[in-house]
């Protein structure tokens, strides 16, 4: 049962924010690395930003400088603080992420695993 949340998308007016909340459900042993995708209509999907169990982190170049990635192991939640927002970065969002879930016998697996998508939409 295990799922990825997303939440915090929405509608938004050029130059404001929004901030981007992917919480992890279920049973999990560790969360590796995350990472928020996106994609528009017509277009690929697209990295946008990734941190790892160890907080490296990389972005896309047309978000540096306004966006930035974090991640709360405590609540198994991954964030993408999204600043100054522009029209081109209307898009579906996806959170992805590589869990370590336990299996019978006491071994563990790396799993990956993608959200359902958050609609952010930035007018001007």
């Known amino acids: 049962q295990l799922q990825l949340v997303e939440s915090g998308g929405g509608l938004v007016q050029a130059g404001g924010s929004l901030r981007l909340s992917c919480a992890v459900s279920g049973s999990i042993f560790s969360i590796n690395a995350m990472g928020w995708y996106r994609q528009a209509p017509g277009k690929q999907r697209e990295l946008v930003a990734a941190i790892t169990s160890s907080s490296s982190t990389n972005y896309a170049d047309s978000v540096k400088g306004r966006f930035t990635i974090s991640r709360d192991n405590a609540k198994n939640t991954v964030y993408l603080q999204m600043n100054t927002l522009k029209p081109e970065d209307t898009a579906v969002y996806y959170c992805?992420?590589?869990?370590?879930?336990?299996?019978?016998?006491?071994?563990?697996?790396?799993?990956?695993?993608w959200g359902q998508g958050t609609q952010v939409t930035v007018s001007s």
């Open positions: 992805n992420a590589d869990i370590r879930r336990r299996v019978e016998g006491g071994s563990y697996r790396v799993y990956n695993y």
